[in-house]
């Protein structure tokens, strides 16, 4: 199978996106704190996979604030539960939040909170599939291995393309 791996130019630094063929398979921060990414740097000469072209374009679009959903073909290894999880991310409407417990809730389990906020966490497609959009039962921002000013940044610009509104705070 072949992957291929390209930094993507993002308003949030750079970002490290790895694809297939078939589906994107990751998307980090290229600087995160708690998640430094090694890279592989492709070649000039190395033709880009379509499915790379397509997330770029999406994300573009959705940095512009002219792309509310992404419409791409998604790979993460994990158990059945943390495929679940993942999927209930999905459907977090754009510009909305919820909470943990409300996640676990969505997922079958209100007492797999934990595990749930570790599943949360282990997401590798950040953005896409919007782990950004959990937030504490209290309304506070935690856990995000972005950084949590760019969790802050991300609710931001979704909630004023949304609602039209500057900031949520």
């Not at 997922?107 to 959990?134: E, L, W």
């Given at each position: ?20 063929a ?5 998307l ?20 880009q996979?379509?499915?790379v072209a ?17 419409d791409l ?7 059945p ?28 389990d ?13 997401n ?46």
């Amino acid at each position: 199978m072949r992957i291929q791996t390209v930094l993507v130019e993002s308003p949030l630094g750079k970002l490290v996106l790895k694809a297939s063929a078939d589906a994107v398979l990751g998307l980090h921060f290229f600087q995160s704190e708690k998640r430094p990414v090694a890279i592989e740097i492709p070649t000039n000469e190395e033709p880009q996979l379509q499915i790379v072209a397509d997330t770029i374009q999406q994300l573009d679009e959705y940095f512009l604030g002219r792309r509310f959903n992404f419409d791409l073909p998604l790979q993460q290894e994990g158990s059945p539960f943390r495929q679940k999880v993942w999927a209930a991310l999905l459907n977090i409407p754009y510009g909305r939040t919820i909470s943990y417990m409300e996640l676990s809730k969505r997922t079958g389990d209100a007492k797999a909170i934990r595990a749930v906020g570790t599943t949360n966490g282990a997401n590798n497609i950040s953005i896409i599939v919007p782990c950004h959009r959990v937030i504490g039962s209290n309304g506070s921002l935690t856990g995000y291995g972005g950084n949590l000013w760019r969790k802050q940044w991300l609710l931001e610009h979704e909630n004023k393309f949304k609602h039209g509104v500057q900031t949520l705070f």
